[in-house]
């Protein structure tokens, strides 16, 4: 009974992380600036990778590699914000014409 | 060389391979020099045609593509239908060169994962070739790439100093920070798929990838100078020398202990040519990582 739930649960999750990295995909090719595909594709790396890596965990309940699967998403949790944090500076480094696509707070 | 006029054979050579060689008789250069001149086509008519062409290629290059996919979708098909069903006992992978690999590896090799018993001792030669190529690549990419006095301008020089100048005053304290909650993580992670390749999945290439991957994402949070002051140029050539020469040797003591019946502790072989396989990929990523950055260990 309570694997039934679990594999319910994990289905469910499942489905909609990949309806997020579904979103994600069509954010990035239909935006047209670095910063706007570049939000899109952070969704699908936070919250898309969040659903489907608890899905599987849901799945393989109380083993070891459902361990190893949340030590997969602290990883990537860490580290795939850092990486846009990397290329939303660089876009805004480089970029002379940078108030021409978005508002520019001065600080 | 008599007069100054008659060239060595080898210098012709090497002009003619320069492409800096003259036409040799005096009709070649009359002939050249009294050519008329190329006639140029008025620049509408010109356009005009490329434009022609240009409506000819894309009328039939979505033809073509489209052509080729079919083509090869039919291909891969018609392979994938006569492929042997997946599992079956009766398919002729499963012969008995892998039975013999899945029953003896352990006695004969010493590893009990059978994927390294096989890459590191049955087929250690192929492994010891990709080593060597990637030694011989990386020091390639060091001929080409070392930045020294010979190929460095002072304009360079400036802009590499400016450059560190704006790493030094603005820190990336994101990058930082979680560089350095991951960096230990992910070296520790190397050496544990490093030292098990032989009792479970992983081995010398995984394992070094991992290494370098963690030199590298230290390396360009904290800038080139923090790890080049631990890991120098001497440190970073011993290390790649060491791991490949230790490979080779090991394999030479495998190779003559088992033509001769020597009974050895293999274990602690498979773990040593592990180990230096993982230090060779692991140097080679790092170099390839800093010498296209900076052109320096």
């Known amino acids: 009974m309570l694997n039934n739930i679990l594999t319910a649960a994990g289905l469910i999750f499942l489905v909609f992380g990949v309806f997020v990295f579904f979103s994600a995909v069509l954010g990035l090719y239909r935006f047209d600036y670095v910063l706007n595909r570049m939000h899109a594709a952070a969704v699908g790396d936070a919250l898309g990778i969040f659903c489907i890596l608890v899905g599987v965990i849901l799945f393989h309940a109380p083993t070891l590699s459902s361990m190893k699967a949340l030590l997969i998403l602290v990883f990537l949790w860490i580290t795939s914000p850092v990486a846009s944090h990397l290329i939303a500076q660089v876009e805004t480094a480089t970029n002379p014409n940078l108030k021409s696509e978005c508002k520019v707070e001065k600080r | ?297």
């Open chain 2, 1 to 297: 060389m008599s007069d100054g006029r008659e060239k060595s054979a080898w210098r012709r050579f090497a002009d003619w391979v320069n492409g800096d060689s003259e036409p040799i008789d005096r009709t070649t250069q009359y002939v050249m020099n009294r050519r008329p001149p190329r006639q140029e086509e008025p620049p509408e008519l010109h356009e005009q045609r490329e434009r022609l062409r240009l409506k000819k290629f894309l009328g039939l290059y979505p033809l073509a593509a489209g052509f080729l996919c079919v083509a090869l979708i039919a291909i891969l098909f018609a392979t994938v239908i006569y492929i042997p069903p997946f599992g079956q006992p009766g398919n002729p992978t499963n012969n008995e060169v892998s039975r013999h690999y899945l029953e003896y590896t352990e006695e004969e090799t010493g590893a009990t994962n059978a994927v390294t018993g096989m890459i590191l001792s049955y087929r250690g030669f192929d492994t010891l070739g990709e080593s060597c190529v990637l030694f011989l690549a990386v020091s390639s990419v060091m001929m080409l790439l070392q930045r020294d006095k010979n190929n460095t301008d002072e304009q360079t020089l400036h802009r590499l100093r400016r450059e560190d100048a704006i790493e030094r005053t603005h820190p990336d304290n994101i990058l930082r920070k979680s560089a350095k909650l991951l960096t230990p993580f992910i070296l520790l992670f190397a050496l544990y798929v490093l030292f098990n390749g032989e009792i479970s999945p992983g081995g010398g290439f995984s394992g070094g990838a991992i290494l370098g991957g963690g030199l590298i994402l230290y390396s360009s949070a904290y800038g080139p100078e923090q790890l080049s002051r631990l890991l120098t140029r001497s440190l970073y050539d011993t290390v790649r020398i060491t791991g490949l020469m230790a490979y080779a040797l090991t394999y030479g003591i495998y190779i003559f202990a088992g033509a001769n019946g020597i009974k050895l502790e293999m274990e602690w072989m498979m773990i040593v040519i592990d180990l230096a396989v993982g230090l060779v990929v692991a140097c080679t990523i790092y170099g390839f990582y800093t010498m296209f950055q900076r052109g320096k260990v």
